[in-house]
């Protein structure tokens, strides 16, 4: 049996399994309290990105609404910042803890942090990789092919170098994340710890999800290992 068939798989996985629904659920328990309290600045999501990227000169990095629970993202082709409507509308801290997170990326791109620009070229091998590594395993599973396996366990190596490139450039839009809100006063010294748990909360998720692909990954080349053994042992 192979992936979501095996019994071994869940196995492998266990740890990351535990590890993304605590972060999920986490994420909800702090960002529930964050949003319910106002800043002492008062300001929005959509006006705590514009406050920052105005800041550093970034006036060309549009603002906009996207539609999704969560959904924010910068996206650096088109130097455009999306926040779902309620970071974009929302007057709290746990609106204006992600909007910072997401402006802090933006700031990456201005700036030519390295890890970001890693990130966004491994993007789309990472999206080939992701889609088309488990065919090809179980292709080469099901008509005894090493190569294909071994072809489809390089491709997924691709997803989890991105997944490991991406948890630095995550928890780095953070930091610059509550130093820049410091740096503008849109926080007190008695509402920062808020904020950080509000994106601590959210970095266990893409860490729960570096280890997903990591285990996967382990699992993937225990299986390949295990099928190369009973190849030889048929010879």
Same mark, same amino acid.
């Given at each position: ?10 196995? +492998? ?26 800043? !002492? ?10 406050? =920052?990227?105005?800041? !550093? ?37 746990? @609106? ?31 999206? !080939?990789?992701?889609?088309?590594? !488990? ?9 005894? &092919?090493?190569?294909? =396996? ?6 997924? &190596? ?9 948890? $630095?450039?995550?928890?780095? @839009? ?8 410091? &740096? ?8 920062? $710890? ?5 994106? &601590?909360?959210?970095?266990? #998720?893409?860490?729960?999800? #570096?280890? %997903?692909?990591?285990? %996967?990954?382990?699992?993937?080349? +225990?299986?390949?290992? #295990? ?9």
């Amino acid at each position: 049996m192979f992936g979501w068939f095996d019994p071994l798989y869940f196995v +492998f996985l266990a740890p990351a399994l535990l590890l993304a629904a605590w972060a999920s659920w986490r994420v909800h328990q702090v960002y529930t309290e964050a949003r319910e309290i106002v800043p !002492w600045s008062g300001y929005s999501g959509a006006e705590t990105a514009h406050a =920052i990227l105005g800041r !550093w000169g970034l006036e060309p990095v549009h603002v906009e609404v996207t539609e999704g629970f969560l959904s924010d993202h910068y996206d650096p082709s088109e130097k455009v910042l999306r926040l779902s409507p309620e970071v974009y509308e929302g007057r709290s801290l746990a @609106a204006l803890g992600i909007a910072a997170h997401e402006a802090g990326h933006a700031l990456q791109d201005a700036t030519g942090y390295p890890l970001l620009k890693l990130r966004n070229g491994i993007v789309p091998l990472a999206a !080939w990789g992701g889609n088309l590594s !488990w065919m090809l395993i179980a292709l080469g599973f099901a008509l005894s &092919s090493m190569g294909l =396996i071994t072809l489809g366990i390089g491709a997924f &190596s691709l997803t989890v170098l991105f997944q490991l490139v991406n948890l $630095p450039v995550e928890f780095d @839009a953070s930091r610059r994340a509550r130093q820049v809100l410091r &740096s503008l006063g849109l926080i007190t010294p008695a509402e920062e $710890p808020v904020v950080r748990r509000v994106l &601590s909360a959210a970095a266990m #998720t893409y860490v729960a999800a #570096t280890l %997903t692909s990591v285990l %996967t990954l382990v699992y993937y080349l +225990f299986r390949a290992g #295990t099928f190369g053994s009973y190849e030889q042992e048929e010879v």
